[in-house]
């Protein structure tokens, strides 16, 4: 089974940038489709951005579209997200999440968390004002 491990989160303030890098142990992330999530205090885990591996197109909440971007660096086994132009509503836990390629998902589940098998323990987000 495939093991997700998150970093790069920290303290930044608004208008700054961080990125966040997942890396999986176990497999290859060739064999997986990948998502990040986060969720807030009091909130539900929304899907923040998505990478298809059989297709490689990304999907983006419209929260961050614009702002943040997905990418895989394969030669480390490893996803990053880009975050950029930091809003203080952009804290929150961000989680990794992989699952399998090679299968057909039903359309508009790249960003739903029912969808996805794996999950990292994630990485804390936070902007400040």
């Known amino acids: 089974e495939v093991q997700l491990v998150e970093s790069g989160g920290g303290l930044v303030q608004a208008g700054g940038s961080l990125r966040l890098s997942c890396t999986a142990s176990?497999?290859?992330?060739?064999?997986?489709?990948i998502a990040w999530f986060r969720q807030a205090p009091g909130k539900e885990r929304e899907g923040v951005s998505s990478f298809s591996r059989r297709d490689g197109s990304t999907d983006y909440a419209d929260s961050v579209k614009g702002r943040f971007t997905i990418s895989s660096d394969n030669a480390k086994n490893t996803v990053l997200l880009e975050m950029n132009n930091l809003k203080t509503e952009d804290t929150a836990v961000y989680y990794c999440a992989a699952r399998l390629a090679g299968v057909s998902y039903p359309a508009g589940t790249s960003l739903l968390r029912r969808y996805y098998d794996y999950w990292g323990q994630g990485t804390q987000v936070t902007v400040s004002s």
């Open positions: 176990g497999s290859t992330f060739a064999h997986y489709s």
